[in-house]
């Protein structure tokens, strides 16, 4: 009876069909247990939110490029998935099972390149790079512009004095840095000189751990870089 009768189920990569000897052993209405304990659910839980997190912010940055969605629905959207992949990865068991995001991708087979790149460096694309304003300024008139200056110029300092202090974990320098690039975006929209350095020291502190710190050699190449970052901020606003 079992022979003549066609199971349906999905299609496998190695085109898989069960065999009808299994298919009687089988009591359907029996409950399929993916996982053993609470703490096993929870880990699957988190890594199949991690991959719709991965699969959404793709959409969403197609969408934006094709300016299929406004820079505000954009940012805020994109801030939140950003924060549910960190908060996800922050847990020890789940940052182990997930490994690299290269890893995860070959994994899963996920072809997301763009979703790939927000990731890596950790802010929206509006906040890494703001869209240009007349005459190269955030808008706001003279005194919000001082007050733009002031408070990058803050951001520096603070960078450095946490360098200087030792301060070289993570979770210490990262909020800083976005702090630092979202002011000085609302001062200029150029791409002045080693503003560069300050993404790229966002995407090496972004793939960090928390809690881990910056080796001796690492902390003088941020200081130096990031030296060189506001003497050409500095150098905008002669």
């Known amino acids: 009876m079992y022979a003549e009768r066609q199971l349906a189920y999905a299609p496998t990569p190695y085109s898989y069909t069960p065999a009808s000897t299994l298919s009687a052993t089988i009591n359907v209405d029996e409950e399929l247990k993916l996982a053993n ?49 960190k908060s996800n990865l922050a847990d020890d068991s789940v940052a182990r ?44 008139g003279a005194g919000a512009a001082a007050t733009h200056i002031v408070s990058a110029s803050e951001n520096f300092i603070t960078l450095f004095d946490a360098i200087k202090m030792n301060m070289l974990s993570k979770d210490t320098l990262h909020p800083i840095l976005v702090e ?26 972004n793939q960090m751990r928390a809690a881990q710190d910056l080796s001796d050699e690492q902390a003088r190449e941020l200081q130096f870089d990031m030296n060189l970052a506001y003497d050409g901020f500095k150098a905008t606003l002669e």
């Open 37 to 85: 304990n609470s703490a096993e659910r929870d880990l699957y839980e988190s890594l199949a939110e991690i991959y719709s997190i991965i699969v959404t912010l793709e959409a969403l940055e197609r969408a934006f490029l094709k300016d299929s969605i406004s820079e505000t629905d954009y940012t805020d959207t994109c801030s939140r998935l950003l924060k549910q992949y």
């Open 97 to 140: 099972a997930f490994g690299s995001l290269d890893s995860f991708k070959l994994e899963w087979n996920l072809e997301v390149p763009r979703a790939s790149d927000r990731l890596k460096i950790g802010l929206p694309a509006t906040v890494e790079a703001p869209s240009r304003a007349p005459g190269g300024q955030s808008g706001g």
């Open 180 to 205: 630092t690039i979202q002011a000085v975006n609302k001062v200029t929209d150029q791409d002045f000189e080693n503003k560069a350095k300050i993404v790229q020291w966002l995407i090496t502190l």
